[in-house]
């Protein structure tokens, strides 16, 4: 490990661009399992099974950040210890972190078999749209166990040095998702099923590719037998809980956008608000993908307390987080209508319009989503946990619910696409007091002592 430390330090550059383009990638492809939904549904069952799709996806969030939350913590921490040499208490991690994800995927799987059509309903399905997001959510809490696992597994193998096969299960998992989701829904004709069972089906075979990672012996971590311990337990959420609230984050927005558009705009609303919240999905992997990216490098940086190295690692994800956003930007505002094309089957003019204007608006916001998430990355790596769950909390709901709701009454759709991108603002502004001004440096710099 720390052979593999004084590499770092002499090629950051270059670790940083392997780390950071293999985390994209996989992130973009992880973030593909619902687009390829949304895209096959759309094509399949018109702007109703849109609607229905985006009613569901909230609960996927859920799931995907309960497994990066324990994911990250864990495989932060694990980084942290290996780079100490303390092998015995990063095994004690891991183990912890699968009997958590259990844990939490026994949970989902009951609410799955028993609650799906209450949570519909509670979620906003109404007698056009309950039957399909009563399907679709059944299935993907049921498929919440292998969600959970591949998350953990991914996390740790990327720490154990090898980010080129995490990068490569979730490319070939998001890839099989794709083929699986056409098969299902057109050759075979299973509708709403076919496109969950589709994406149930792609983390286990992301699993499958993992596992190559154990069959050769390239592990360093594994099971031992230890019982729980509240004190591991809390290693892992105080690091992980701001990954977990990042992605929840996702889940509260939606769920409070679904409903107010519904009452502005119906379900034809709620289909529109579904493409660009699907494609900004996309756009807030390849940020994640950048902050996972860093993370192992972080680690390790943090766990030597080599400061210069930590500094260097943040300036070349703010500037590349900066300039994707702006690249994204550029290619949504030049292509909106050949994008909704792609997922307005139906050719409604007031899905193209509702969500031409949003495109246009939401994806502003994308300039301060890249700053925000690296921060809270930061800071939870560095163990400042109280400030990474405040940057995590006021994206998650505290600022961007009353906001989408004060401005909707305001502006109606505008309002609700504005107030995404002013709480972005307002939260890099928290994020730069927190972090950048010299307050937040010299405690940053007094913890590394």
Not at 8 to 18: H, T
Not at 181 to 189: A, E, Q, W
Not at 309 to 332: D, E, G, R
Not at 388 to 398: E, Y
């Amino acid at each position: 490990m720390m052979k593999g430390m004084v590499i770092l330090e002499r090629s950051i550059f270059k670790c940083f661009v392997k780390y950071v383009s293999l985390n994209v990638l996989g992130m973009i492809a992880l973030s593909c399992y619902i687009l390829a939904d949304t895209f096959f549904v759309s094509k399949a069952l018109g702007a109703t099974g849109l609607a229905a799709l985006n009613l569901s996806i909230s609960v996927y969030s859920v799931i995907n950040g309960i497994g990066l939350m324990i994911g990250i913590g864990g495989a932060s921490r694990y980084g942290i210890l290996k780079s100490q040499n303390e092998d015995k208490k990063a095994n004690i991690i891991f183990t912890t972190g699968i009997k958590m994800g259990i844990a939490f995927a026994f949970v989902f799987l009951i609410i799955g078999i028993f609650g799906s059509k209450a949570l519909a309903l509670i979620l906003g399905a109404d007698a056009t749209t309950l039957s399909m997001t009563n399907i679709y959510l059944k299935t993907i809490l049921c498929f919440a166990p292998f969600f959970i696992s591949n998350n953990i597994v991914l996390a740790f193998v990327r720490n154990d040095n090898n980010p080129n096969l995490s990068m490569l299960a979730m490319l070939v998992g998001s890839f099989s998702n794709i083929i699986l989701d056409y098969i299902f829904m057109f050759p075979l004709g299973m509708g709403m099923f076919g496109a969950a069972f589709a994406t149930g089906l792609a983390p286990i075979i992301s699993l499958g590719v993992l596992s190559i990672h154990f069959i050769k012996k390239k592990n360093n971590f594994h099971m031992i037998r230890y019982n729980l311990l509240w004190e591991n337990i809390r290693c892992i959420l105080s690091v992980g809980l701001s990954s977990f609230i990042n992605e929840i984050s996702s889940a509260v927005v939606l769920i409070t956008f679904n409903l107010v558009i519904l009452g502005l705009e119906g379900n034809l609303g709620v289909a529109a608000y579904g493409i660009v919240a699907n494609l900004a999905l996309v756009g807030v992997a390849i940020f994640t993908g950048i902050a996972q990216g860093i993370q192992p490098l972080l680690s390790k940086a943090y766990g030597l307390r080599n400061k210069e190295l930590i500094n260097q690692v943040i300036k070349y994800a703010i500037l590349t987080s900066f300039s994707l956003a702006l690249v994204i930007y550029l290619v949504v505002f030049c292509n909106v209508e050949s994008i909704i094309g792609i997922f307005n089957s139906e050719n409604n003019m007031e899905v193209l319009q509702i969500a031409k204007v949003g495109f246009k608006i939401y994806f502003i916001g994308f300039v301060f989503v890249g700053i925000n998430i690296i921060m809270t990355m930061y800071l939870s790596v560095a163990e400042y946990v109280k400030e990474a769950f405040i940057i995590s909390l006021a994206r998650g709901c505290v600022v961007i619910v009353p906001l989408v709701i004060l401005l909707s009454l305001i502006w109606g759709m505008v309002g609700v696409w504005s107030a995404f991108v002013l709480t972005e603002l307002l939260i890099s502004a928290i994020a730069i007091f927190l972090v950048i001004l010299p307050q937040g440096e010299s405690k940053f710099v007094n913890n590394m002592k």
